[in-house]
Protein backbone atom coordinates (compact mmCIF):
# COMPACT_ATOMS: atom_id res chain seq x y z
CA UNK A 1 0.00 0.00 0.00
CA UNK A 2 1.16 3.44 -1.11
CA UNK A 3 2.56 5.70 1.82
CA UNK A 4 0.18 8.63 2.61
CA UNK A 5 1.73 12.02 0.76
CA UNK A 6 2.15 14.50 3.37
CA UNK A 7 3.03 18.03 3.58
CA UNK A 8 5.26 18.22 6.29
CA UNK A 9 8.36 18.34 4.12
CA UNK A 10 11.35 20.93 2.58
CA UNK A 11 8.10 21.35 -0.75
CA UNK A 12 4.42 21.10 -1.25
CA UNK A 13 2.83 20.36 -4.87
CA UNK A 14 0.09 21.82 -4.99
CA UNK A 15 -2.81 21.35 -7.29
CA UNK A 16 -4.85 24.03 -8.03
CA UNK A 17 -8.41 22.88 -9.80
CA UNK A 18 -11.25 25.17 -11.10
CA UNK A 19 -13.89 23.78 -14.46
CA UNK A 20 -11.90 25.26 -17.10
CA UNK A 21 -8.81 26.23 -16.13
CA UNK A 22 -8.66 30.00 -16.86
CA UNK A 23 -9.29 32.48 -14.03
CA UNK A 24 -8.95 30.76 -10.40
CA UNK A 25 -6.62 28.02 -10.56
CA UNK A 26 -4.38 29.72 -12.96
CA UNK A 27 -4.76 32.78 -10.12
CA UNK A 28 -3.41 30.60 -7.69
CA UNK A 29 -1.00 29.01 -9.75
CA UNK A 30 0.47 32.23 -10.58
CA UNK A 31 -0.12 33.78 -7.35
CA UNK A 32 2.41 31.16 -5.63
CA UNK A 33 4.97 31.16 -8.09
CA UNK A 34 8.17 31.54 -5.92
CA UNK A 35 7.04 30.48 -2.95
CA UNK A 36 9.30 28.94 -0.65
CA UNK A 37 7.60 26.10 0.22
CA UNK A 38 4.40 25.29 -2.21
CA UNK A 39 5.18 24.41 -6.01
CA UNK A 40 1.77 25.41 -8.02
CA UNK A 41 0.36 23.51 -10.78
CA UNK A 42 -3.28 23.86 -12.31
CA UNK A 43 -5.74 22.05 -14.13
CA UNK A 44 -9.57 22.20 -14.91
CA UNK A 45 -12.04 19.50 -14.79
CA UNK A 46 -13.99 20.54 -17.86
CA UNK A 47 -13.40 18.53 -21.29
CA UNK A 48 -12.72 22.21 -22.44
CA UNK A 49 -10.31 22.81 -19.61
CA UNK A 50 -6.95 25.03 -20.92
CA UNK A 51 -5.25 22.49 -18.94
CA UNK A 52 -7.56 19.10 -18.36
CA UNK A 53 -6.41 17.46 -15.02
CA UNK A 54 -4.62 14.03 -15.70
CA UNK A 55 -3.36 11.01 -13.80
CA UNK A 56 0.20 13.06 -14.55
CA UNK A 57 -0.90 15.92 -12.11
CA UNK A 58 -2.71 13.77 -9.49
CA UNK A 59 0.53 11.66 -9.00
CA UNK A 60 2.53 14.96 -9.36
CA UNK A 61 0.12 16.13 -6.31
CA UNK A 62 0.59 16.19 -2.83
CA UNK A 63 -2.50 18.35 -1.95
CA UNK A 64 -5.00 19.11 -4.41
CA UNK A 65 -7.16 22.77 -3.84
CA UNK A 66 -10.25 22.56 -5.62
CA UNK A 67 -12.22 25.87 -5.55
CA UNK A 68 -16.08 23.97 -5.67
CA UNK A 69 -17.32 21.08 -4.45
CA UNK A 70 -18.13 19.98 -7.93
CA UNK A 71 -14.18 19.64 -8.93
CA UNK A 72 -13.90 17.24 -5.90
CA UNK A 73 -16.60 15.11 -6.61
CA UNK A 74 -15.64 15.13 -10.71
CA UNK A 75 -11.80 13.82 -9.54
CA UNK A 76 -13.43 11.68 -7.28
CA UNK A 77 -15.29 10.17 -9.91
CA UNK A 78 -12.62 10.23 -12.55
CA UNK A 79 -9.64 9.40 -10.48
CA UNK A 80 -11.06 6.86 -7.11
CA UNK A 81 -7.82 4.70 -7.62
CA UNK A 82 -5.36 7.85 -7.87
CA UNK A 83 -6.31 9.56 -5.08
CA UNK A 84 -6.82 7.43 -2.02
CA UNK A 85 -3.41 9.27 -0.50
CA UNK A 86 -4.15 12.17 -1.96
CA UNK A 87 -6.10 15.06 0.52
CA UNK A 88 -8.35 17.10 -1.41
CA UNK A 89 -9.69 20.15 0.35
CA UNK A 90 -12.46 22.39 -1.28
CA UNK A 91 -11.67 26.51 -1.17
CA UNK A 92 -15.44 27.33 -1.93
CA UNK A 93 -14.67 29.94 -4.30
CA UNK A 94 -17.40 30.43 -6.63
CA UNK A 95 -17.25 31.56 -10.34
CA UNK A 96 -17.39 34.89 -9.97
CA UNK A 97 -13.79 36.34 -10.91
CA UNK A 98 -11.61 36.66 -13.71
CA UNK A 99 -7.68 36.04 -13.41
CA UNK A 100 -5.47 37.77 -10.62
CA UNK A 101 -9.01 39.56 -9.60
CA UNK A 102 -7.96 41.26 -6.54
CA UNK A 103 -11.09 39.86 -4.50
CA UNK A 104 -9.85 36.73 -5.56
CA UNK A 105 -6.29 36.92 -4.54
CA UNK A 106 -7.29 38.16 -1.71
CA UNK A 107 -9.36 34.66 -1.04
CA UNK A 108 -6.65 32.72 -2.08
CA UNK A 109 -4.38 34.69 0.34
CA UNK A 110 -6.53 34.00 3.40
CA UNK A 111 -7.17 30.25 2.47
CA UNK A 112 -4.27 28.55 1.09
CA UNK A 113 -1.74 28.66 3.37
CA UNK A 114 -3.70 28.30 6.55
CA UNK A 115 -5.28 25.50 5.25
CA UNK A 116 -1.83 23.72 4.33
CA UNK A 117 -0.34 24.60 7.25
CA UNK A 118 -2.66 24.68 10.05
Known amino acids: MPEH ?5 EHVNVLFVCSRNQWRSPTAERMFKGHPVIIAR ?3 TSLSARHRISHVDIDWADVILVMEDKHRERI ?3 YAQLIEHTPIHVLDIPDDYKYMDPELIDMLEQTVEPMLFA
Request: no cysteine.
Open 42 to 44: SAG
Open 5 to 9: KSVDR
Open 76 to 78: VAD
